[in-house]
């Protein structure tokens, strides 16, 4: 029933931009936490984005001030824009929510960062 679907992901020069979407259906969207993770060759999934159902986001280290997460609950769509994309963003990125103790995840869309 709970489905993330991302899109937006493609490949782009370093110093472009990428605004990353996640539809969500099959729970209580508004009131849920949204988070963005990505996973790059060879490394660990990392968690890249939160935001709140108030709005509340935080970013880890490497994005800040780059990466903007925001969401839109008329639309049950959350959203990650991406500027100044470096490499080092190569990854596929992954939109996650937990519904009912489960976690979710999307199918991933790929970000290439060329230099």
């Known amino acids: 029933q709970v489905q993330l679907v991302e899109s937006g992901g493609g490949l782009v020069q370093a110093g472009g931009s990428l605004r990353l979407s996640c539809a969500a259906s099959?729970?209580?969207?508004?009131?849920?936490?949204m988070t963005w993770y990505r996973q790059a060759p060879g490394k660990q999934r990392e968690w890249v984005a939160i935001i709140t159902s108030d709005g509340i986001t935080d970013y880890v280290d490497s994005v800040k001030g780059r990466f903007t997460v925001s969401r839109d609950n008329a639309k049950n769509t959350v959203y990650l824009q991406m500027n100044s994309l470096k490499p080092e963003d190569t990854a596929v990125y992954y939109c996650h929510t937990r519904w009912r103790g489960t976690p979710y995840w999307g199918q991933g869309t790929q970000v290439t960062v060329s230099s």
């Open positions: 099959g729970f209580i969207f508004s009131g849920n936490v």
